[in-house]
């Protein structure tokens, strides 16, 4: 007789064993062809592509050898486009849109949002979560890097929504010892719970909300902790003049030099805002590799100021695009925001050629996934690369004549242009019709859940 002896097993490491076994017990394959469609890959041309399960298998530009898959779709008058990469976003703030316009940012945080968020549960982040993902879908986002609380129901969201995500606990102990312990802890629940999650969609990074919110101790066993498991970082920097200042009273150097030197910036830190920066500060972002989310709307609607963008680009800096959640914004088109961070730059140089629409479209593909160190996976239409697609339609009186994709998509487009959307081979919108997302059923979620939530107030 054989003993057979079972070893105990973190609910993460159980989860990876049976997702394995499913994978492995699936053996068909599902291809999609998209056809005579304007592909903006190496070079911008007419032609078709194929994905077979969660990648793309091949690419033609004589658009003869490719004509069957199980699914086909054709993009006559649509441009083919990586999907679009949000590096910044607080998603379950989309109850709170419109709560509190037209005041700085510290009013804004400690009297209107921060009471709000002192009410907040698992059930309103996911449907806050639900409705972020529909409008993010809609507007061409297959990617999005993501800092709230309960991080777990906004995962479920994403897993549910077909998106790709990164996710992190917002963590702030403001120098209380048990407040960092237990931010410490739920961080550790949310890694175990859903790093790895929804077939490799979902990844979880550690979280801490800024240097002004976190103390020296909890910033020092954030580093510890994200080498040692081997996670990313996000975290909000030099977003406002105060903080700034709040943060040299506090340690005597810049937001920057002060993370420098207790060691948390290296290449796995994804940085947001990074608006009031010196040329120190931006030698030091350049030298230890570190990513930064450019957030304009947000930026200007909090009157924040305008990050040097021009200047960290021409200094080789990883620059990508977010917008913020949406009580800030107040929406998610990355679209939108891809006109406004160009425009942003020429008017601040007074430059007219700062910020030209490839850089600004390069950043929120290519920028973005190398911001979350998923350059080799999404990004770019290349053949081995997930299939993370999206058609616009180009079709329209506001987007005709058509004469430079690029262009259209960054001074033209909108997220209503959207036509089709494809996340890991899957189709999450089609001929703008979510497919993964009961959207009358999300909108009214969410307004019960915002109005719950604000009568707890």
Known sequence: MVDIYVLPLKYKEFKKIINFMIRGLHV????????NAIIIGDEIKKGSLITENDKISEIDYSNSSLNHADEVIDA????LSPGL??????????????????MPLDTWLNDHIWPVEAN????????????ACAEMIRSGTTCFNDMYFFMD????????AGIR???SHGMIDLGDEEKRKAEFKETQRIIDKCHETADGRIKVAFGPHSPYTCSRELLEGVRKEADKQGLRIHIHVSETQKEV???????????????DEIGLLGSDVLAAHAVWLDEDEMDIIKERGVALSHNPASNMKLASGVSPVSK???KGICMSLGTDGAASNNNLDLLEEMKLAALLQKVTTLDPTAMPAQKVFDMATRGGAAALGLEDEIGTIEVGKKADLILVDMKSSSLTPLRNPISHLVYSANGADVDTVICNGEMLMKNRELLTINEVEVISRAEEASEDLLSKL
Request: charged share 30%; hydrophobic share 40%.
């Open 120 to 131: 907040l549960d698992g059930e309103h982040c996911y449907a806050g979560a639900m409705l």
């Open 85 to 102: 990469v949000n590096t910044h976003t607080h998603l379950s703030m989309s109850l709170m849109r419109g709560l509190a316009d037209d």
């Open 76 to 79: 006559e008058g649509k441009v």
């Open 165 to 167: 995500g990164t996710l």
């Open 28 to 35: 068909e394959t599902k291809t999609i062809l998209i056809k």
């Open 153 to 160: 129901h906004v995962a479920d969201a994403a897993d549910k």
């Open 245 to 259: 200042e709040d943060v040299m009273e506090a340690s005597g150097k810049r937001p920057f030099e002060y993370l």
């Open 312 to 314: 960290l680009l021409e």
